[in-house]
Structure formats: structure tokens, C-alpha cells
């Protein structure tokens, strides 16, 4: 496990399984006269850990990583999205109670247990042995696009689906620091969801075809990106704006080829490992049911 601090009220954990990132933010305290709102003080006693590490002794670790960065114990945990690698945080810290987007909440409420399934999955794959089971109890169901309050400030909750039909990005504005789920990754291609699972869902809901809603998300994070010094992706390297921008862009254009293309669709440049290849014949197999 690598901590790396990205502002002082802002660290980012990293598994070494799957690259998995967990965003530590504490709220700062209200600015004084003169200052701009984040740049003094010490932090409010109020913190939230954004998504999770993997792997057991790492969640075992985390409550003390964050004493020793002067951290208060996070009193609040937020879920990206509902996909069982990122809502591990319950492992970590008992007490704190897990939110998430509406989306995700309804996802959680319409599969119960598949999450502690896909763990366990992974788990006796990799021959893992975790002291206890995952429980979620009852999520929080946080209004998307909405805020929600960390200190003195606000973080923003954007709406981000497409790569599953749930789940939030999470702007961290006095850090300039976007947590954008499995979103913006510079290891994986964009990943579509399921026609099927859009189609089961859209008979509720309506709404885009993952394609497109992926694209919209993009769309959406882009102003957010423009103005961030870091965007920490569900995996792979957290990035400054500049190859944040670049893959955001790649990753349109993967997306606008695959519609135009399909199976020819040319991968970006550094993303063209036989896993990357699998999982773009996944995408060209999503698109085609229906």
C-alpha cells in the first residue's frame, strides 16, 4: 500500500491489488480574514475516505495511516460507485457510515449480496483470507448532482454512469482534487456496461445507451478536469490535468470510433495489451446485443 498526499487535506492510498485508490479529505477549517477558503487552519475534526484499498492487512492498516497523518478517523464513507472493490471501506472503518449516490443505492438495494459475492469471488481466487465478512448495511442514498458537507466546505457530487449505470464523481474544490471513479484511467480502456443490464434498466428509468452516457460523463468531467491539479481514477496512476485532459480525450475518441467502427476501432496508443484487447471485444459485444 503507497499514501501520497495531494494537499494537505487530501491524501491518496493505493492498493497493490487492481491499482485501487482510496481518497482520504478532511474538511478544512473555515479560512480567516484574508485567506481564500481551505488555506488556513488544521482541518474541522471531520473527514471522509473516498472508495477503498483490497486487500485485507491494507484495510487493517488504514485507521492508522490516518493518525499518523493527523487525520480525524473518517466519520463518513463515499462509494464512487456499487462495483465490490470500492466499497470496502466498511472493512476499515466500522463505525462510519457508507453513502453513495441514489443510483447506487437502488443498485445495492436490487442485488443484495452480489457484492460480498464478487468479493469472495476474488478472494478464493487469489487465496485470500479477510478476519471478517463485508457488511454494508444501509447506505445512504446522497442526492446526484448534489453537495455534501466535509468541515467548513462542500464536496460536489457529478453524476458518472456509463461504465456501470450507477455511481458519482467527487470534486474536492478548495483541493482542486476530482476523485472520478473508474473513470479518466491511463491503464484501462473505457469500459461499457451491459446492453442487457441498460436495457432492464431503462424500462424504469430511460436514459442514454452506455455508449452515449459514457460519453455524456466525459463531457461532464471535462470542466472539472480543466480546473484540477490532480484526478485520482479508480485505477491507475493519479494524474496532473494535463494527462488527465489527454486521456479524457483519447478515451472520446476510442468511445466515437467503437460507434463507428466497432471491432476496427483503433485502442489509444498505451492501451493495447492483450487485457485491454479482451476488454475491447467485451465492448464491441455489449454494443451488438439488442
Given amino acids: ?17 487492481l491499482q485501487a485508490h482510496c481518497t482520504l479529505v478532511r474538511g ?11 488555506d ?15 486487500l485485507p492487512e491494507e484495510l487493517e492498516l488504514l485507521p492508522a495511516l490516518v493518525q499518523q497523518a493527523g487525520f480525524p478517523q473518517p466519520q463518513g464513507l463515499l ?43 476474488l478472494d478464493e481466487e487469489l487465496l485470500i483470507e479477510r478476519p471478517r465478512p463485508l457488511s454494508l448495511g444501509s447506505p445512504q442514498a446522497l442526492a446526484v448532482p448534489g453537495r455534501c458537507g466535509v468541515g467548513a466546505a462542500e464536496l460536489e457530487l457529478h453524476p458518472a454512469t456509463g461504465h456501470t449505470g450507477d455511481g458519482m464523481a467527487v470534486w474536492i474544490g478548495w483541493a482542486r482534487v476530482l476523485v472520478a471513479g473508474d473513470y479518466l484511467s491511463n491503464v484501462e480502456l473505457p469500459g461499457l456496461r451491459s446492453r442487457e443490464a441498460w436495457l432492464e434498466r ?39 490535468r494535463e494527462a488527465a485532459l489527454s486521456v479524457l480525450d483519447e478515451d472520446i475518441a476510442y468511445l466515437q470510433a467503437l460507434r463507428e467502427r466497432g ?3 483503433e485502442l489509444p496508443r498505451r492501451r493495447r495489451s492483450k487485457v485491454q484487447r479482451e476488454l475491447h471485444e467485451q465492448n464491441v459485444a455489449r454494443l451488438a446485443v439488442g
Fill in 1 to 17: 500500500m503507497r499514501a501520497v498526499s495531494l494537499h494537505r487535506d487530501v491524501i491518496v492510498v493505493t492498493s497493490q491489488l
Fill in 28 to 38: 478544512p477549517a473555515a479560512a480567516e480574514p484574508g485567506e481564500a477558503p481551505g
Fill in 40 to 54: 488556513g487552519g488544521d482541518g474541522s475534526g471531520e473527514a471522509f475516505a473516498i472508495d477503498s484499498p483490497v
Fill in 79 to 121: 462509494a464512487t460507485h456499487a462495483d465490490f472493490d470500492h466499497v470496502l471501506g466498511p472493512l476499515a472503518f466500522t463505525e462510519a457510515a457508507l453513502g453513495c449516490a441514489e443510483s447506487s443505492a437502488e443498485r445495492l438495494g436490487a442485488e443484495p449480496g452480489a457484492q460480498q459475492r464478487a468479493l469472495r469471488r
Fill in 202 to 240: 431503462s424500462r424504469d428509468h430511460g436514459g442514454e445507451e452506455p455508449l452515449e452516457e459514457y460519453l455524456a460523463t466525459l463531457q461532464r468531467l471535462r470542466p472539472l478536469v480543466e480546473q484540477a491539479e490532480h484526478v485520482v481514477p479508480g485505477h491507475g496512476d493519479v494524474l496532473d
Fill in 263 to 265: 471491432v476496427q476501432a
